[in-house]
């Protein structure tokens, strides 16, 4: 990693997430870019779409869902693929927000073996959802649904997903206007709840 890019530090990115930015790097410098959406994808915890498939999937009981288990192992999963902005510094300045409770992750099990998980970035009561993945047919899906059971469990009021694809619209995501998205945030963010 150089150390020109550690521009990740904690007290930038929660700043940056609080105001609406997120960061990813240039695909071919790996400088450090600020994104602001408008439209803003979200999706609204009591509006999860399951479908029946994955309902049915869910109650057969053969996956099993934990919480902050192995945070950097499924970073590391999410960024397994041909094209990812989760870098070495990404893995860094995510890792270290997972030690300071502002980051987490929910890991789906199947006997044993790590084949789903997703995560993100928690402040008051606003979810970030950064990526997710999945080694086994639906295993990404039930990590949403059980982080979305999360959220709600905790009365979390605000699940944002950064950019809309039919992928996350099949499970009730929509876009909301950027000015709209910064009324929810900043509602949110001023909340108290804990993850």
């Not at 959802?129 to 009021?157: C, G, M, P, R, W």
């Not at 992928?167 to 909301?176: I, P, R, T, Y």
Request: charged share 25%; with cysteine.
């Amino acid at each position: 990693m150089k150390e020109a890019n550690r521009k990740l530090e904690s007290r930038l990115l929660l700043g940056a997430y609080s105001q609406g930015y997120f960061p990813m790097p240039d695909p071919k410098t790996e400088e450090i870019l600020w994104y602001f959406p408008d439209p803003r994808a979200i999706l609204p915890l009591e509006d999860f779409h399951c479908s029946k498939s994955l309902q049915k999937k869910i109650n057969q009981k053969i996956f099993n869902c934990t919480t902050d288990k192995n945070f950097v192992e499924v970073m590391q999963r999410c960024a397994a693929r041909k094209e990812t902005w989760i870098n070495d510094e990404f893995i860094r300045a995510y890792s270290e927000l997972n030690a300071l409770g502002f980051a987490h992750s929910i890991e789906v099990w199947r006997g044993g073996k790590l084949v789903g998980g997703v995560y993100g970035v928690s402040i008051g009561a606003a979810f970030f959802a950064e990526s997710k993945f999945h080694l086994e047919t639906d295993a990404s899906k039930i990590a949403l649904y059980h982080l979305v059971q999360e959220l709600n469990l905790k009365k979390f009021s605000l699940l944002e997903v950064q950019f809309l694809t039919p992928h996350l619209k099949s499970l009730g995501a929509k876009e909301v206007p950027a000015e709209n998205y910064l009324g929810l945030l900043k509602k949110a963010v001023s909340q108290t709840q804990k993850w």
